[in-house]
């Protein structure tokens, strides 16, 4: 049973992980690291061969791995808390005004106190199955991991072999 569930993590991990915005993310990214190399390579005109296409291969991967890292901290949630508290203040004004549609005139502040609770449980019951059915839908990092790998082997493999050529 335990080989079946991690069988299924797997398998969900790698649908999870595959999307049109994910795909051609990596793609696009990777047409764009070889452009800029070959650009850079070509249009860059120093006498030695071997300092032109090393600071090329240098500038492209660079570049692109800069970009996967930045891709992986934003879906990690690198500053989601400096919006945290706009964001809060504004769930509470709407739970505020659910909370006052509902009051009568002659109410105590006891009744007001329950009714505005009863309106955050249902509000906090509704945001959790919104986060449940985003999680289930959330796409992985794999992408910008495969980007970062090949950037660094193109890097290593390409500045290696040519100053070692």
């Known amino acids: 049973m335990q080989k079946n569930q991690k069988n299924l993590n797997a398998k969900s991990y790698w649908k999870r992980s595959w999307n049109l915005g994910s795909i051609l993310y990596f793609f696009i990214s990777i047409f764009l690291m070889i452009l800029i190399i070959f650009l850079t390579g ?9 300092l032109t296409w090393s600071n090329a291969i240098t500038v492209g991967t660079t570049i692109f791995l800069a970009i996967a890292i930045f891709v992986i901290l934003f879906k990690k949630g690198f500053g989601k808390n ?6 809060d203040s504004y769930h509470q004004s709407r739970i505020s005004k659910k909370a006052k549609t509902r009051y009568l005139l002659g109410m105590n502040q006891f009744e007001k106190d329950k009714i505005l609770n009863q309106e955050r449980q249902k509000y906090q019951n509704e945001r959790n199955k919104k986060d449940l059915e985003k999680q289930k839908n959330q796409t992985t990092n794999l992408a910008s991991f495969l980007l970062i790998a ?5 890097l290593i493999i390409g500045v290696v072999t ?4």
């Open 162 to 165: 040519i100053h070692y050529a």
């Open 42 to 50: 070509y249009l860059k005109k120093q006498t030695d061969y071997r």
């Open 150 to 154: 090949i950037t660094l082997l193109t």
């Open 82 to 87: 400096l919006f945290k508290p706009m964001i």
